[in-house]
């Protein structure tokens, strides 16, 4: 069994989005602009209501997926096709955007702490204009996971002693843990040798292997078919692994296509109201 450990840890950096919402980007700076297939994590998480109450308004993606896993608080997402859906605490929405669509991710509060990450995750050239569409989960049909007692897995994507989390169908073959550590508690997770992998710690710290990785930081893994984690004094973060796409990356603010012709067919597609 090899052990995966750590190559490269950053602490996430703050910055705003959409409408100002205030978030921490750690994938996505000029520190790591990509970590194949990853094109951008975020982690927007503010008990502030000014930091979050104008959130994302009508805004284009295309040939690429975006993945909002809430913590805290919630959101409602409307897009051009007609699809309407409100993500609480605990529930997760795949989005593939393909071939383009528009869609508003707008807070459904006044007030109290919202929170969550945004992942974005690249597609593979033959499927970057594929139809729209979602993978929406509602917080009960992510199964919890106690491999041990004082530590709680919410699978989202992957498996976890035997238990698959309900995404299922994207290219990357995802993994996508939500893991709680109590104090003193272990757990391994067994991943896809060749896989790309993170973990982010967004409560207390953790140690990968021998390491620490303190709170806000993204640490990038080695490759390896085991990553173990642990924390002394509890803490919580997510693990995400993916398979590389290894092609080339074009992107533009929402657009990731493979080439600048294409990035520039998007923008025109998107002025032009072709997208769906
Ligand atoms: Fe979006």
Same mark, same amino acid.
Not at 59 to 69: D, I, Q, S
């Given at each position: 069994?090899?052990?995966?450990?750590?190559?490269?840890?950053?602490?996430?950096?703050?910055?705003?989005?959409?409408?100002?919402?205030?978030?921490?980007?750690?994938?996505?700076?000029?520190?790591?602009?990509?970590?194949?297939?990853?094109?951008?994590?975020?982690?927007?998480?503010?008990?502030?209501?000014?930091?979050?109450?104008?959130?994302?308004?009508?805004?284009?993606?295309?040939?690429?997926?975006?993945?909002?896993?809430?913590?805290?608080?919630?959101?409602?997402?409307?897009?051009?096709?007609?699809?309407?859906?409100?993500?609480?605490?605990?529930?997760?929405?795949?989005?593939?955007?393909?071939?383009?669509?528009?869609?508003?991710?707008?807070?459904?509060?006044?007030?109290?702490?919202?929170?969550?990450?945004?992942?974005?995750?690249?597609?593979?050239?033959?499927?970057?204009?594929?139809?729209?569409?979602?993978?929406?989960?509602?917080?009960?049909?992510?199964?919890?996971?106690?491999?041990?007692?004082?530590?709680?897995?919410?699978?989202?994507?992957?498996?976890?002693?035997?238990?698959?989390?309900?995404?299922?169908?994207?290219?990357?073959?995802?993994?996508?843990?939500?893991?709680?550590?109590?104090?003193?508690?272990?757990?391994?997770?067994?991943?896809?040798?060749?896989?790309?992998?993170?973990?982010?710690?967004?409560?207390?710290?953790? %140690?990968? !292997?021998? =390491?620490?990785?303190? $709170?806000?930081?993204? /640490?990038?893994?080695?490759? +390896? &078919?085991? *990553?173990? %984690?642990? !924390?002394? =004094?509890?803490?919580? $973060?997510?693990?995400? /692994?993916?398979?590389?796409? +290894? &092609?080339? *990356?074009?992107?533009?603010?929402?657009?990731?296509?493979?080439?600048?012709?294409?990035?520039?067919?998007?923008?025109?597609?998107?002025?032009?109201?072709?997208?769906?």
């Amino acid at each position: 069994m090899t052990h995966r450990t750590i190559k490269q840890t950053i602490l996430a950096r703050p910055t705003s989005d959409g409408a100002g919402v205030r978030l921490k980007r750690s994938i996505g700076t000029d520190i790591l602009s990509e970590l194949d297939p990853f094109l951008l994590l975020d982690n927007f998480g503010t008990e502030n209501p000014e930091d979050y109450i104008a959130g994302f308004p009508d805004h284009p993606h295309r040939g690429f997926e975006t993945v909002t896993y809430m913590i805290q608080g919630r959101m409602r997402h409307k897009d051009s096709s007609g699809a309407e859906g409100l993500l609480r605490p605990g529930g997760v929405q795949w989005m593939t955007a393909g071939r383009g669509i528009i869609h508003s991710e707008m807070p459904e509060q006044t007030n109290g702490e919202m929170s969550g990450f945004q992942l974005w995750v690249n597609l593979p050239a033959a499927e970057k204009m594929c139809m729209p569409c979602y993978q929406d989960f509602e917080p009960d049909d992510v199964p919890l996971v106690k491999p041990t007692d004082g530590v709680e897995v919410r699978v989202i994507a992957g498996e976890v002693d035997g238990v698959l989390g309900p995404i299922n169908g994207i290219a990357i073959e995802p993994t996508y843990l939500d893991v709680s550590l109590s104090p003193g508690e272990t757990f391994s997770a067994n991943l896809p040798l060749g896989h790309t992998a993170f973990v982010y710690v967004f409560q207390g710290q953790a %140690m990968i !292997s021998n =390491d620490n990785v303190g $709170l806000d930081h993204l /640490a990038v893994l080695s490759d +390896g &078919e085991q *990553v173990c %984690m642990s !924390s002394a =004094d509890g803490g919580r $973060l997510i693990l995400v /692994a993916g398979r590389p796409i +290894g &092609e080339p *990356v074009a992107r533009y603010g929402p657009f990731v296509m493979n080439t600048t012709h294409e990035v520039r067919q998007a923008i025109q597609d998107y002025q032009q109201g072709n997208f769906v």
